[in-house]
């Protein structure tokens, strides 16, 4: 813990260094501490270590990736009012650097993504990145009282709890 702490200036040297091809940059704990940074395009960067009192952080270069990490949460702050169009359940989404993927929460009966996994692929597609869906179950909630008190002529008691609704 305390080579991250120290680290801290030498990790935002990087993030400056490379804002332009920045895809990724995360700190890696098991099995060796490094810091591991994503960049796009295919040129070379020198192996290099960020010197600490504690001792050196090796920083591990990955190269290829298709879009930087600001493309990639425009990409997804764009794609939102479509997302929200093919996933009904959808309550948020953000982007995992360390694994390269999208990260989308849905409500689903019971805590279930299954039936978001015919969507997958057209997701996939306009954010033009991996993604991995994670279902929150869907809580029933209480009847609001303005429907209890409405006068119609419901067998709903007061205080009744409704799925879904």
């Known amino acids: 813990m305390s080579r991250q702490i120290l680290a801290q200036e030498g990790i935002e040297a990087l993030r400056e260094e490379f804002k332009h091809r920045l895809a990724a940059l995360y700190w890696e704990d098991y099995p060796n ?8 395009g295919a040129a070379a960067v020198a192996p290099r270590e960020i010197h600490t009192d504690a001792g ?10 298709v879009m930087t990490l600001a493309e990639q949460k425009d990409k997804l702050r764009a794609s939102w009012p479509s997302l929200k169009k093919m996933l009904p ?56 009282p303005a429907i209890l008190e409405s006068g119609s002529k419901s067998t709903i008691s007061p205080g009744a709890v409704i799925p879904g609704v």
């Open 89 to 144: 359940g959808l309550i948020g989404a953000s982007v995992n650097e360390r694994f390269g993927f999208v990260g989308i929460d849905v409500r689903s009966e019971g805590g279930d993504a299954r039936p978001y996994a015919d969507e997958k692929a057209s997701v996939e597609r306009l954010l033009g990145m991996p993604v991995k869906f994670t279902a929150v179950p869907e809580e029933p909630r209480e009847v609001p």
């Open 33 to 40: 501490q490094a810091i591991h940074v994503r960049l796009t």
């Open 56 to 65: 050196p952080v090796p920083v591990v270069f990955e190269l290829g990736a």
